[in-house]
């Protein structure tokens, strides 16, 4: 039987649940439990597909083509695991679901109620994925804030399954916020006990407390949230901010978390082997050679946009013992004058052109890697950001004049980006790119065929709708582009490089989704080891 641990957060959102969920996994999976993690988002969209970057943050992409939060990326990323699309369950999903059965007759003339129907069904599915990874604890990550209404059902359907499930069988991590005044230094516990106080009225007794705060939780502090979330003191955990995510799993087994949640599970206590972690984080940690990237896309005001490519830099940089300095440049700002297209070049070792749909912006990263073509500095775009290399290298150095993606210009009279043969009599947007894991061939010599190792076959995500025109590679590979990768169904472009550069490389997929701490993406390490050179 699965044992079910369920984090809730306080007091305000993004105050670090999915890290924390995250690390509790790695301290469990490090004294060789089987975990898995899910992340429950109240929102009603069914799925992350269609949401504005600005609004939500990454769009992370399972193996398997779901469209999810970004805390997966988290997950996946401590717990070195590949999780599903059903790890992510949404208010859309559960509420589509029982609407369609309710549509087909199945609840036999019943009243349909979010209480015994909608919970059923949140319930239903925590525990399908409990039966199908077969793991011993699973973790359950509640999004949003305790006492929001969205999120209601979702705190009932767990407070159901304590009953359900038992007592030892489920524990409730509550998460929340003790901020420090400034004009004090004073950390207040204030809004912890609030916090406390609604997740109670609502039937959920905490069984700990992670503060999240700037500074270590100080042992006043600590007494006055056990006496009023009526726990004992070492029940009271504190997480406070570090320089690195990855040090958040160290921290909290100092405390004796893992060792908390399994004496409380009834599970054995084992040790842990963290030995690879923590030579991790200090390679982060002591890293002594900066290299500036130039980081170039349209949602630069919210980094979590970007988030796996963040990290995915950090997993190569640690491996060759790199400090990486991200200079971030909106794209729209150089599409519309207010910055000059070699200043990222100009400033940086290298630039990363990110991804991002739409016409917006798109001018300004064209411009920046015709600068990057001219200087020969090293490259790599990513999805989009592949894309509109071709289009630069098409411009610029195969003198195909306005040659453009049909996204952005459908009359261009150079098509060398279009749109996928199957994507163009859908009428809905939500889900039907082209999703998930895909086999590709790589091609003999090339530079990306070397960078994975010289497979012959390699297994990348992707999220998008438009490819590389076929009718004009002729002329790309005459100018100079090489094409590096094909997917191995329909052939389509995966991977560009550039003959002659130092580094230049495009990629169709996004191999940041597959970086992990200790294997970081192949693509990204030949990207960080090219600035050294």
């Avoid at 056990?226 to 570090?242: G, H, I, T």
């Avoid at 550039?498 to 997929?509: E, I, K, M």
Wanted: aromatic share 8%; with cysteine; net charge neutral.
């Amino acid at each position: 039987m699965a044992k079910y641990v369920f984090v809730t957060g306080g007091v305000l959102s993004s105050v670090g649940k999915g890290i924390t969920t995250a690390s509790i996994g790695l301290l469990l999976k490090s004294r060789g439990y089987n975990v898995t993690a899910i992340k429950i988002d109240p929102y009603i969209n069914v799925d992350a597909g269609t949401m504005n970057p600005y609004m939500h943050g990454e769009v992370y992409v399972t193996e398997d083509g779901g469209e999810t939060d970004l805390d997966l990326g988290h997950y996946e990323r401590f717990l070195d695991t590949f999780l599903s699309k059903k790890n992510n369950i949404t208010t859309g999903q559960v509420y589509l679901t029982v609407i369609e059965r309710e549509r087909r007759g199945e609840y036999l003339g019943q009243t349909v109620q979010v209480i015994p129907h909608i919970t059923d069904e949140i319930k239903r599915r925590i525990r399908e994925v409990a039966r199908e990874t077969g793991a011993d604890v699973v973790l359950v990550e509640i999004g949003g804030t305790v006492g929001d209404i969205e999120g209601l059902p979702f705190l009932e359907a767990i407070r159901q399954m304590r009953m359900e499930e038992g007592f030892n069988n489920t524990l409730f991590i509550h998460v929340a916020l003790v901020p420090i005044l400034s004009t004090t230094g004073e950390q207040k516990t204030k809004p912890v006990q609030h916090s406390v106080q609604e997740l109670r009225r609502i039937g959920i007794q905490p069984d700990a407390v992670i503060a999240r705060s700037q500074r270590p939780l100080e042992e006043d502090a600590r007494r006055k949230i056990a006496l009023y979330a009526n726990l004992p003191p070492e029940a009271v955990f504190s997480n406070p901010d570090v320089e690195y995510i990855y040090e958040v799993p160290l921290v909290l087994e100092k405390q004796g978390l893992a060792d908390y949640v399994l004496e409380r599970l009834g599970l054995e206590k084992r040790r842990p082997d963290l030995s690879d972690w923590v030579d991790f984080v200090e390679k982060l940690r002591n890293a002594q050679k900066t290299v500036r990237i130039a980081m170039v896309g349209k949602y630069t005001r919210l980094k979590d946009s970007y988030l796996s490519i963040v990290e995915a830099v950090k997993h190569a940089a640690a491996q060759l013992g790199l400090r990486p300095v991200l200079n971030w440049y909106e794209s729209t700002q150089v599409e519309q004058g207010g910055l000059d297209p070699g200043k990222p070049v100009e400033e940086n070792d290298g630039v990363i052109v990110l991804p991002g749909f739409g016409a917006r912006g798109a001018e300004g990263k064209i411009s920046v890697i015709r600068e990057v073509i001219d200087a020969g500095k090293p490259f790599l775009g990513i999805c989009y950001g592949m894309q509109l290399a071709v289009i630069a290298i098409a411009r610029h150095l195969a003198g195909l004049e306005g040659a453009n993606s049909t996204e952005i210009d459908p009359n261009t009279p150079y098509p060398v980006i279009d749109l996928l043969e199957e994507q163009r009599h859908l009428t809905k947007l939500g889900g039907t790119m082209r999703l998930g894991s895909y086999p590709i061939k790589l091609i003999h010599n090339t530079l990306v065929y070397r960078l994975y190792g010289g497979r012959e076959i390699v297994y990348e995500r992707h999220r998008h709708r438009y490819e590389v025109n076929p009718r004009f590679l002729d002329k790309l590979v005459s100018a100079g582009m090489e094409v590096s990768g094909y997917s191995l169904e329909g052939g389509r472009v995966e991977f560009i490089e550039l003959r002659g550069s130092r580094f230049f490389v495009g990629s169709q997929p996004h191999p940041e989704f597959r970086s992990r701490p200790m294997k970081p993406a192949p693509l990204f390490r030949g990207f960080l080891e090219a600035l050294t050179r």
